[in-house]
Structure formats: structure tokens, C-alpha cells
């Protein structure tokens, strides 16, 4: 059975972005850079792909990408109508209309989908952001990929943005890039 893996970048204080969305205080540079170009190649968005030379590289953990419309927007705005080419996209809006025939618009139960894509056959599924369809997904979440930052924000778009509800993972593997500060921690569900 395929697994559901939230793999993001965080603040220290848990938040996934800054109040306007924005992410770029997140370092993507020495070792990391290295380290998710060649473990994580297909979360670099298409436009990406060529420039960080992964053209043809395969895609090694997930074939399924789904995020929220928050998500989704940036990219939308900047005409970026399937940013991950090389997955099967999927994205969760009640607002959103279809822009492109490679990405599907969702507007019913993301737990739901999440459930059914894990009965087919593939590689993983990536949930790629944002906090309140995390929030949502919470149960479905098999596997936390979080790459803390040394920064802290204050406000944003929260990790998890949801009902309080404890859910216990464990901590599996860490790594630290001591050229950055960043620590990837890798968790599964308890």
C-alpha cells in the first residue's frame, strides 16, 4: 500500500510560510541542496528540473503530488499551471476552477482521495503543502518529512492548521547540515 508523506520546510516556532505566503527565508543551499537533489528530485517544481540538471532524472520516493490552493496560487499567478509536470498532481479547492488538464482540481474530501490513491499502484504520495489541508489529512499521514529551519517567524501558515487533536509520531532519522542549520527529521506515525 502506497503512504502519504508530508515532506515541508518549517520554522522553528512550526510554521510552513510567512503570512503572505512567502518562503523564501528557508535555506536551500551546501549539503541540503544536495541531499534533496538527489534523494528528493521530483519535489523540485518543473521550471526547476533543468537548471538543478534533473531533466531525466527519475522520480525515486513519489509519482503523486497534492497540495492546497495556497499552495497551488503562487505558482498559478506567475502562469505555472502544472508546476509538478512529472507527478500526478492533485489539488484541494472549493474555489478553484480546472486551468489545466494535467493538474486535477479536488473540491470534495481530500481524506477521501488520499485513501483511494493509496489502494493504486505508484510510488508515494507527496502532500506538499499547505497547513490546513495537513490539518485535514492528519489521520492519513503516514510519514513527516520536516526540514526545520534555524529561524523563527512569529506568524504564518502553521505546520498543521486544524481541530486540536494529539497525534503521536516518532522520530526514525535526523539529519543535521551543519553548513546551514538545518536539521531534516524524519517521523512516522505512532
Given at each position: 500500500?502506497?503512504?502519504?508523506?508530508?515532506?515541508?520546510?518549517?520554522?522553528?516556532?512550526?510554521?510552513?510560510?510567512g503570512?503572505?505566503?512567502?518562503?523564501?527565508?528557508?535555506?536551500?543551499?551546501?549539503?541540503?541542496?544536495?541531499?534533496?537533489?538527489?534523494?528528493?528530485?521530483?519535489?523540485?517544481?518543473?521550471?526547476?528540473?533543468?537548471?538543478?540538471?534533473?531533466?531525466?532524472?527519475p522520480n525515486?520516493?513519489?509519482?503523486?503530488?497534492i497540495?492546497?490552493?495556497?499552495?497551488?496560487?503562487?505558482?498559478l499567478?506567475?502562469?505555472?499551471?502544472?508546476?509538478?509536470?512529472?507527478?500526478?498532481?492533485?489539488?484541494?479547492?472549493?474555489?478553484?476552477?480546472?486551468?489545466d488538464?494535467?493538474?486535477?482540481?479536488?473540491?470534495?474530501?481530500?481524506?477521501?482521495?488520499?485513501?483511494?490513491?493509496?489502494?493504486?499502484?505508484?510510488?508515494?504520495?507527496?502532500?506538499?503543502?499547505?497547513?490546513?489541508?495537513?490539518?485535514?489529512?492528519?489521520?492519513?499521514?503516514?510519514?513527516?518529512?520536516?526540514?526545520?529551519?534555524p529561524?523563527?517567524?512569529?506568524?504564518?501558515?502553521?505546520?498543521?492548521?486544524?481541530?486540536?487533536?494529539?497525534?503521536?509520531?516518532?522520530?526514525?532519522?535526523?539529519?543535521?547540515?551543519?553548513?546551514?542549520?538545518?536539521?531534516?527529521?524524519?517521523?512516522?506515525?505512532?
Open positions: 500500500m502506497r503512504e502519504l508523506t508530508y515532506y515541508v520546510a518549517a520554522s522553528l516556532d512550526g510554521y510552513i510560510a503570512p503572505d505566503g512567502s518562503y523564501d527565508f528557508f535555506v536551500f543551499e551546501g549539503e541540503l541542496q544536495k541531499t534533496v537533489l538527489a534523494e528528493y528530485p521530483e519535489t523540485m517544481p518543473t521550471p526547476a528540473r533543468g537548471p538543478f540538471g534533473l531533466t531525466t532524472t525515486r520516493r513519489f509519482d503523486t503530488v497540495m492546497g490552493r495556497g499552495t497551488y496560487e503562487p505558482g499567478r506567475m502562469g505555472l499551471t502544472s508546476p509538478y509536470a512529472h507527478l500526478e498532481q492533485y489539488v484541494v479547492s472549493r474555489t478553484l476552477t480546472a486551468t488538464p494535467a493538474v486535477k482540481i479536488v473540491d470534495g474530501d481530500p481524506a477521501a482521495l488520499v485513501r483511494e490513491l493509496k489502494e493504486r499502484d505508484g510510488k508515494g504520495i507527496w502532500l506538499c503543502g499547505g497547513g490546513k489541508l495537513a490539518g485535514a489529512l492528519r489521520d492519513e499521514i503516514d510519514e513527516l518529512v520536516i526540514k526545520h529551519n529561524v523563527v517567524l512569529g506568524s504564518g501558515t502553521p505546520l498543521f492548521d486544524g481541530p486540536f487533536t494529539p497525534t503521536g509520531f516518532l522520530p526514525v532519522a535526523r539529519r543535521d547540515f551543519g553548513d546551514s542549520g538545518v536539521s531534516m527529521v524524519t517521523y512516522r506515525r505512532k
